[in-house]
């Protein structure tokens, strides 16, 4: 079997610029895109592992995510969308109405 | 390809050890349809329905009992402690439809996705504490956030509850895909995601010592730290408590906390027990830090909400304090506290709900103001409310805390339960505070009107305080129900 240790390698290169993306962008749809890096980048995590050690819970769980982060795009954007509604920006800075 | 065989017997188990998420999922579609087919002015009916079958969910819980029944091949389990949360999160789930009855007509939730919403995400914490497979842990996690997410942001029209939502959100997609990491590298390392497996895997030192487990471990609990709101993962918790429709509110603060603390028990007692030497330091840190900067940010608010919300994050730091000491005793403490946590908070937002009559403006700490005299009942209920939060005799809160900081004392974390104390005497500043505004500050118009209670609404608030007053009496049956569920994990 391949050995996993490149695969994850680059895993943790794309878990990274995901987490980097989200920490530095300002426009909530660029950071909604910097977690789906981050969660693409836990699949080709899971599959190099599973396919690694010869074993099926790698891959399902890598369907497993692909499903819930349909289901939190799917979310996320319609949030996005009645905030872009009652405001016309998408731009995280100018989001405070609550502080403490 | 020979045909894949299915074991009758073993998936009529399987469906057993999942009858009442089974019911609450089943109620969530109904209530939906219903929805459609009913008539404006029967909206009502749909709440009922909810409860209806909340209340056959809770029986079956209740007819299932606390024996073990393992189900789809070791990925859920219905133990002693999947058992003692179904109660808790349903009973939390039943007090916010009894409360949600007055809500939805003041503020126009009565839709029937409001409900299944609710329900949907109720199925979700329930497989989420009985998972014992990171997946369906995982799988839980989402299952009761992304409905959150949403009912948190459904005023449509209001921005901060839009804000609130978009918030938790960003922060709560973030901190699941640390989850993910975290389970992913747990797997690369160990090749399973199955909770007692992981358990005996751990006894081989080379495991405990590998980086990417460690690694793997940090990035999980990250993971759970957001979701339980422990600093320095908390900042989402204000912001979308505030935002959010009350009713959602309370239901998050008390059911979505027992939930992600039922797999982080789990997790911590069955599957890393190898790693405590390492564990209990960062578990100690995060408990000072959560009780100290949650205290210290409760004391100058004055949104009520605000407040609440920083109390709450206090709370999982008591919370933790009971996992620090990782054994039985702390364990139960932790899962009696949870119970009683749920009533009382959900008690103090209900009666905050009916002090102010609109969102946004009606929560400040000044509305509260000469409510005491003027409604007796209100006053009385809140004050028992906030006093029990603060930990004061002979209250249920006060038994819970007694019986985190006394295991606390008995694993050798005497600092730990002495810093414990000393933030549970700062909060009483601020619960007391709200008391003091009640009962001794004169209004500068005139008193704010509470809007009368329904009949339903009224039973939730009593219910609620009748628990708080009684577990702070007669503590015992309690305790030892949550005994045996602590112990039903680590057989």
Redesign the interface.
């Known amino acids: 079997m391949m050995d996993p240790s490149a695969y994850l390698l680059l895993s943790g290169i794309l878990f990274g610029i995901g987490v980097a993306g989200v920490v530095v962008r300002k426009n909530v749809l660029i950071i909604l895109m910097s977690v789906e890096i981050m969660l693409n980048a836990v699949n080709v995590a899971f599959i190099a592992v599973g396919s690694h050690l010869g074993d099926v819970t790698g891959s399902v769980f890598a369907f497993m995510v692909m499903t819930v982060a349909a289901a939190e795009a799917a979310v996320g954007l319609a949030i996005l969308i009645a905030i872009f509604r009652l405001k016309e920006t998408i731009d995280i800075t100018e989001l405070s109405v609550l502080k403490w | 390809m020979a045909p894949i065989s299915i074991d009758a017997a073993a998936l009529l188990t399987s469906v057993q050890s999942i009858v009442p998420e089974i019911i609450v999922v089943a109620t969530a579609i109904f209530v939906l349809l219903l929805d459609l087919a009913i008539s404006e002015e029967k909206k009502h009916l749909l709440c009922g329905m909810g409860l209806l079958g909340i209340g056959v969910a809770l029986f079956s819980v209740y007819a299932l009992g606390q024996g073990r029944i393992e189900g789809f091949s070791g990925m859920i389990v219905h133990d002693g402690m999947g058992a003692f949360f179904d109660v808790v999160i349903l009973s939390a789930c039943a007090l916010t439809f009894l409360m949600a009855t007055g809500y939805s007509e003041w503020e126009g939730t009565h839709k029937g996705e409001f409900y299944s919403l609710i329900l949907l995400s109720t199925s979700g914490m329930m497989f989420m504490a009985k998972g014992t497979d990171l ?1 369906t842990v ?2 839980g996690l ?1 299952t009761l956030s ?1 409905p959150i ?2 009912l948190v ?1 459904f005023h ?2 209001r ?2 509850s ?6 938790y ?2 922060l709560g ?2 901190a ?2 640390f989850l ?2 975290g ?3 747990i ?2 390392v160990t ?3 199955k909770i007692p497996v992981l358990a005996t895997m751990l006894y081989d030192p080379r495991i405990l010592a590998s980086p ?1 487990f460690l690694a793997g471990t940090g990035l999980l609990l990250v993971g759970f730290a957001f979701k339980v709101s422990l600093v320095p993962f908390h900042m989402w918790t ?2 979308a408590y ?2 959010a429709p009350t009713v959602v509110t309370a239901f998050m603060s008390a059911a979505v906390k027992a939930a992600a603390f039922a797999a982080l028990i789990r997790v911590l007692l069955v599957a890393l027990p190898g790693m405590q030497p390492v564990l209990w330091k960062v578990l100690w840190g995060l408990a000072v830090l959560t009780m100290t900067v949650g205290n210290l ?1 409760a004391l ?2 004055n949104n009520v909400k ?1 407040l609440l919300a920083y109390s709450s994050i206090a709370h999982a730091g008591y919370i933790l304090v009971g996992l620090v000491s990782g054994d039985v005793l702390g364990g139960q403490a932790s899962l009696f506290y949870l119970l009683v946590y749920a009533f009382m908070n959900m008690g103090a937002f209900g009666v905050v709900m009916l002090i102010a009559q609109k969102e946004d403006e009606g929560y400040d700490i000044a509305n509260l103001a000469g409510i005491g005299f003027k409604y007796p009942a209100l006053g009385a209920l809140l004050t028992l409310f906030l006093i029990s939060l603060g930990g004061i005799p002979p209250t249920a809160g006060f038994v819970g805390k007694f019986y985190l900081f006394s295991a606390a004392v008995k694993n050798g974390y005497i600092w730990l339960a002495v810093i414990g104390v000393l933030n549970s005497a700062a909060s009483i500043y601020y619960y007391l505070r709200m008391v003091v505004y009640m009962y001794m500050v004169t209004p500068d118009v005139e008193v704010a009107v509470p809007r009368p209670p329904r009949i339903l609404f009224s039973m939730a608030l009593c219910a609620s305080a009748v628990v708080v007053v009684v577990l702070g009496i007669i503590p015992r049956s309690v305790l030892e129900i949550a005994e045996r569920s602590v112990l039903s994990l680590l057989m």
């Open positions: 997946m995982f799988l989402e992304i997410y949403v942001g449509r029209n921005m901060s839009l804000e609130g939502a978009l918030k959100f960003l997609a973030f699941s895909g993910l990491y389970i992913a590298l797997y690369a090749g399973t995601t990417l204000p912001d505030e935002g940010s100058v608010q605000r």
